[in-house]
């Protein structure tokens, strides 16, 4: 099965600026992966997995829906996940 690492996928989906940051934010604990907090950049995840993060001033839970090679424009990003309904 494909996988990626967080950091990378989180760039490539447009959640953060750079990969350093989203770097940052996969360090700092900052983002939650199938409901575990994630501690290390290079956690791998797959579609299908769920994705917990601030965004904006709110919590949003997320699916990964597929992996991207790039980052692309913002149209291409958001097809790479589904927000999930509360």
Do not use: C
Request: no cysteine; charged share 30%.
């Amino acid at each position: 099965m494909t996988t990626a690492r967080i950091d990378k996928w989180l760039f490539h989906a447009r959640f953060y600026r750079t990969r350093a940051l989203a770097q940052a934010a996969a360090s700092a604990g900052k983002v939650r992966l199938n409901g575990i907090r994630v501690e290390k950049p290079a956690q791998t995840l797959k579609p299908g997995d769920i994705l917990t993060l601030r965004r904006g001033g709110e919590i949003v839970a997320l699916r990964v829906v597929a992996l991207a090679e790039r980052r692309g424009p913002a149209p291409e990003a958001q097809r790479l996940y589904e927000i999930v309904a509360d």
